[in-house]
């Protein structure tokens, strides 16, 4: 089980517990699920099961996205932008990122991807060092008022300045 606590941006209690992004199913490294059907590898083109704690009591949604920081495009890639998860919900199940299946809490909203897209695309790293693949919940003050069709750069725009706290997980992939 991967962790990596995140930080609460405003109005921190020492004594209240951390914001944290968890799942049963990463470690260190994504597996054969994460990966993509295509491009060289014979994944499955899952998205991971994730579950978060301990969100900031006046939340009203949550946003999660997965960026691939060593992408060779010079600003990195974007494999799955959701927003609008409504802030009762505490997990996406595994392979929610595949919108056929319909596993998506109720009003959450699946953004496109870097391909254009929306739902989960998985990683395709190229040949040569492991890449690092940021896993990152925002629990939000508001929900966002934005198209699905918007850019990731937009969504994550839109995202900051209503973000009451962030954690992620830190995952990393590479072509065999």
């Known amino acids: 089980m991967a962790t990596l606590t995140g930080a609460a941006l405003s109005g921190s209690n020492a004594l209240s517990a951390t ?12 597996t054969d699920n994460q990966y993509i059907n295509g491009m060289g590898f014979s994944g499955k083109n899952q998205s991971p099961q994730l579950y978060w ?5 006046n939340t009203s949604s949550f946003a999660v996205t997965v960026y691939d920081l060593d992408a060779p495009t010079g600003s990195g890639f974007w494999h799955w932008v959701v927003f609008n998860i409504p802030a009762t919900a505490q997990e996406l199940k595994a392979g929610a990122g595949d919108p056929s299946l319909h596993l998506m809490p109720e009003d959450a909203v699946q953004s496109n991807t870097d391909l ?19 896993i990152t919940v925002y629990a ?31 995952v990393y992939g590479q072509k065999h």
């Not at 704690?53 to 009591?57: F, I, K, R, V, Y």
């Not at 254009?116 to 693949?133: E, F, K, L, N, Q």
């Not at 198209?147 to 962030?166: C, E, S």
């Open 19 to 30: 914001f944290t992004l968890k799942s049963n199913e990463l470690g260190g490294q994504f």
């Open 140 to 170: 939000l003050s508001k929900k966002l008022e934005l198209d699905k069709n918007v850019t990731p750069a937009f969504v994550g725009f839109n995202i900051q300045p209503i973000t009451l706290a962030k954690a992620s997980l830190l």
């Open 53 to 57: 704690e301990n969100a900031p009591e």
């Open 116 to 134: 254009g897209t929306p739902g989960y695309v998985g990683a395709a790293p190229p040949d040569g060092p492991a890449h690092r693949y940021v």
